[in-house]
């Protein structure tokens, strides 16, 4: 049986109530405090135009791990983002069992992303301290996955 980092979950249950709590505030931090309210889950298929993007990178989780229907953002921008307000954003955390059970068990997968902040037009906004709240959508690349022995998510998601 697969498990997921989903709450009620085999892998939510052995990590006390604390520890997840302090991993979503240590995620809020990195991410940036004014952009990050919390984070939440979402549908995996919401991250495979991410992964499909980056083959190179990606191509591993789909040839060697059955991959979950969920996943954890660890950001999730505030209402102060007028046409962003609620929208997840990466890293994005998941448990994944892998496809030949001989090869060991469940580990923990980071998507590490670099957000760009879209203009009305599709055009990147300035990079800056604060992301910009006036933004129309933001675009997410995939810099890098990080894979990880399921008890390391005290760690939090361990990018680069």
Do not use: W
């Not at 520890?19 to 979402?42: D, F, K, Q």
Request: charged share 15%; aromatic share 4%.
């Amino acid at each position: 049986m697969a498990r997921s980092c989903l709450p009620g979950s085999t892998l939510a249950a052995a990590v006390p109530t604390a520890l997840i709590a302090a991993l979503a505030a240590t995620l809020a931090c990195l991410a940036g405090a004014p952009a990050a309210r919390a984070g939440g889950t979402l549908a995996f298929t919401e991250l495979l135009p991410l992964l499909r993007g980056k083959p190179q990178l990606s191509g591993v989780l789909f040839q060697a791990y059955r991959l979950p229907a969920s996943a954890f953002a660890a950001v999730r921008l505030g209402p102060h983002f007028t046409h962003l307000g609620g929208r997840r954003l990466g890293p994005y955390l998941f448990e994944a069992q892998p496809l030949n059970p001989a090869t060991g068990g469940a580990v923990l997968i980071s998507l590490c992303t670099q957000p760009q902040f879209l203009d009305r037009a599709g055009r990147p906004l300035p990079a800056g301290e604060d992301p910009p709240i006036e933004a129309r959508d933001v675009r997410e690349d995939l810099t890098a996955i990080v894979i990880r022995e399921p008890s390391a998510i005290s760690a939090g998601p361990g990018c680069p």
